[in-house]
């Protein structure tokens, strides 16, 4: 598949999956505070679905909460992608944006102490 039509479709995947993993999980604002896909990546045969995933809160049982709810999640996947081959979601935990908070932190305090 070309890329620029993988590239459509994972932006098509990854905002389907945000909307149903907001359906699917009941309170996932309290238990995991905000989750967030922070990219998708399809192989190029159309086998997988990675989901790269974190929260705030709970971030050790986020990854056995999407397990537990896969199945309904990759059901309502076949059912609203309109392709031939829908790809079998893996769901991966990353805390990438972990490191960027950092990141952000110190360089807002490397500000301060410049206009000081």
């Known amino acids: 598949m070309k890329q620029d039509r993988l590239k459509k479709l994972e932006s098509v995947a990854q905002e389907l999956l945000s909307k149903i ?3 699917e999980i009941e309170d996932s ?4 505070w905000i989750i ?3 990219w ?3 192989s190029s045969d159309l086998s997988y679905l990675d989901v790269y995933i974190s929260s705030f809160k709970n971030q050790d049982t986020l990854a056995h909460t999407l397990a537990r709810h896969w199945y309904d999640i990759q059901k309502r996947m076949n059912k609203e992608l309109w392709i031939r081959k829908v790809p079998k979601i893996r769901f991966r935990y990353s805390d ?3 490191f960027v908070w950092h990141i952000n932190k110190i360089i807002s305090e490397l500000e301060i102490n410049d206009k000081e």
């Open 29 to 32: 604002e309290k238990i995991f």
């Open 21 to 23: 993993i907001f359906e």
């Open 40 to 42: 998708v990546k399809i």
């Open 96 to 98: 990438e944006w972990e």
């Open 36 to 38: 967030t896909i922070l």
